[in-house]
Every structure is written in structure tokens, then in C-alpha cells.
């Protein structure tokens, strides 16, 4: 966050596993097991076990994402409850798609496609919150901004800036903090919780610099919070219930 005040300004490739076993490598690259263009061929016209392929193939995708340093196929398998030749059937499709990778110990990682899918996800999550965050800036008369958890930071995703101010925060898109300081980011510990409060901070991650940030609460599979932040004390009790009305806006906008 850059506190300096602004006057007037408006913003606006998979290799064989490592760890296999005999015929385990085979049986994924017999013909008809898998293919990086789809799923597990052999359960074709089986949609009950085409439905629990997809939801093994995801739990491991969410396995991978909590494991800082990856997982072996062995451990993969071992939480997902199956066997390693299930998880290399999940793992095939996963990599031909670059949604994981394998390291040079055969660790299984995210892989750059997850990356590829993020920023398409991320202008439409900014897209849907910037009515509410204009109003939430032109109400406050402070910085308005959507923060989301992204590999346990919090980012702000979209920043609006309140266009009848003389000095107003400068606060750029992409800042990082950790979850833990700040308005922004702990409303984000709070709504993990179900904790709808309005949070407020002084200083915390700026010198001089005044936030209040509600949680983001209803959207699956998104961690975020809409708050603002100023140069001065924000009232609590008056911009608290405008930022949890926006974090309601965005909800819906996002629902």
C-alpha cells in the first residue's frame, strides 16, 4: 500500500513416474486408460464413476495446493484413501492439462495451467465487484478494494478510488500483505470463522494509514474481503455497515 496521498486523481510436460512400480506405468499408458485431452476412458458411459473420478482428480488438485512441497505419489494415494495406480490414472489427464506437474523426485506440484485458469477467474471477479466498489468509494470518500487469499497472502484484486476527494490513499492492484495485518486480511481469518464484523485497523501494514474491511462470505470456492481505507480515522459505525452492504453486493454479483 503506498499511503502518499493522491489530489484528484480517478484510478480506475510430464515425465514417467519416478516411483512406480512394475506394470503400474504401464496399466496408465495402455491405450484407452487415459488421455491428456479427457478423463478415465475405462469408466466411460459410467457416470457414477466418471462423477468419483472427477472428485478424486479435484481432491488431489486441493492435496497438492496444501502441500508446500508437493506430494509423492505414495502420499497422494495415501490420503486420497486409493490406490497408486488410481492416483496415476488421476495424474496422467492432470499433467497432459498442466494442471500438475511432476518434479525431478517425482513430487507431484500445481502446475502452470492452474495459473492460466486464475487470471481468466480473476478480471471477472473484478468485474463483478466494481459497482459495489465504486459506490462503497464515492460513500466512504476513501479507497475502496475486493482483497483475495492467493498462496496465503492477501491481493488486492480490484482498487477504486473516490472521485470527489482532494487526498485520497494510493493503493495499487496487486499489493500483497499477510493475512494477518490489516483490515483486509483479517477479515478474511474472520469470515473462515463465519464472522461477518466489520474489522478495523490503524497502521498496520502503513504508517498514517486507517482501514475497515468486512468479509466476503457465500461464494464457493472464494476467500475475500471488500474494505477501504483512508488517510484518516474511519467511524466504524458508519462506514462499517456501507463496507458489509458492498461485501453483500459483491456476494450477489458473484453468486
Known amino acids: ?22 506394470g503400474q506405468a504401464n496399466a496408465v499408458g495402455q491405450a484407452g486408460a487415459v488421455g491428456p485431452a479427457g478423463l478415465v476412458d475405462a469408466v466411460a458411459g459410467r457416470p457414477g464413476e466418471m462423477s ?19 506430494l509423492t505419489v505414495t502420499e497422494a494415494a495415501n490420503r486420497l484413501g486409493v490406490g497408486r495406480a488410481a492416483v496415476y490414472r488421476l495424474v496422467g489427464p492432470l499433467t497432459g492439462h498442466g494442471m500438475l506437474r511432476r518434479d525431478g523426485v517425482g513430487r507431484l506440484h ?12 480473476q478480471p471477472l471477479l473484478a468485474d463483478g465487484a466494481l459497482p459495489a466498489l465504486r459506490r462503497l468509494a464515492e460513500q466512504a470518500g476513501a479507497t ?5 487469499v492467493e498462496g496465503g497472502e492477501g491481493v488486492a484484486l480490484a482498487v477504486v478510488e473516490p472521485t470527489w476527494t482532494s487526498f485520497h490513499v494510493a493503493y495499487r492492484a496487486g499489493a500483497r500483505h499477510p493475512l494477518d495485518r490489516g483490515a483486509a486480511g483479517r477479515a478474511i481469518l474472520a469470515g ?52 458489509q452492504a458492498a461485501a453483500t453486493a459483491i456476494t450477489t454479483a458473484l453468486s
Open 1 to 22: 500500500m503506498d499511503a502518499t496521498a493522491r489530489s484528484g486523481e480517478t484510478p480506475a510436460h510430464s515425465s514417467a513416474p519416478t516411483d512406480a512400480v512394475p
Open 52 to 70: 468419483q473420478t472427477l472428485d478424486r482428480g479435484l481432491r488431489l488438485l486441493h492435496l497438492v495446493a496444501d502441500a508446500s512441497g508437493g
Open 110 to 121: 500445481l502446475g502452470a495451467g492452474l495459473l492460466h485458469l486464475a487470471r481468466r477467474a
Open 144 to 148: 475502496a478494494h475486493l482483497t483475495v
Open 192 to 243: 473462515r470463522s463465519g464472522e461477518a464484523a466489520p474489522v478495523s485497523s490503524s497502521g498496520e501494514l502503513q504508517a498514517g494509514a486507517y482501514g475497515v474491511a468486512a468479509p466476503v462470505l457465500g461464494v464457493p470456492g472464494l476467500e475475500a474481503s471488500v474494505g477501504v481505507v483512508a488517510l484518516a480515522p474511519l467511524d466504524v459505525d458508519t462506514i462499517g455497515p456501507q463496507v
